[in-house]
């Protein structure tokens, strides 16, 4: 397995990548994305913007760099899931279910980091945070 030790850090660049491009989005049509948060129905949706900015663009990055990986994957596998049931409810439209379930996939995915880890190519890993689960999985 030793030779697969990069797999991690494949993964945590295809969940993070759309997460930091989606926050920059965010950031270039600020009132686009407040019109469509209040559109929606939230309340205080420039609060909701900075939340979404911050959980995307900052979680993003701090995922691709694998710094706190565990507790940030966690919390962006929370806002997926919020995403998912306040954005993509309506699943008499196809397009909303689609968003619905690519919400919970990533979600999956995200808590496959949390309770894995990093792994060996991360900030966690070089401050000795990483505690990898498989590792202990395979020695027992």
Known sequence: MERFKFLPLLGRILIGAPFVMS???????????????????LPVPPLAFVVAVLTELGGGLLL?????????SLAMAVFCVVTAMFFHHNFADQNQMIHFLKNVMMAGGLLQIAYFGAGAF?????????????ASLSAG
Request: aromatic content about 8%.
């Open 122 to 134: 991360s900030l966690d890993a070089r401050a000795g945070r990483s505690g990898s689960r498989a």
């Open 64 to 72: 691709l760099s694998g710094y706190r990986a565990r507790v940030v």
């Open 23 to 41: 926050g920059l989005g965010k950031l270039a049509a600020y009132g686009a994305t407040v019109g469509y948060i209040a559109a929606i129905g």
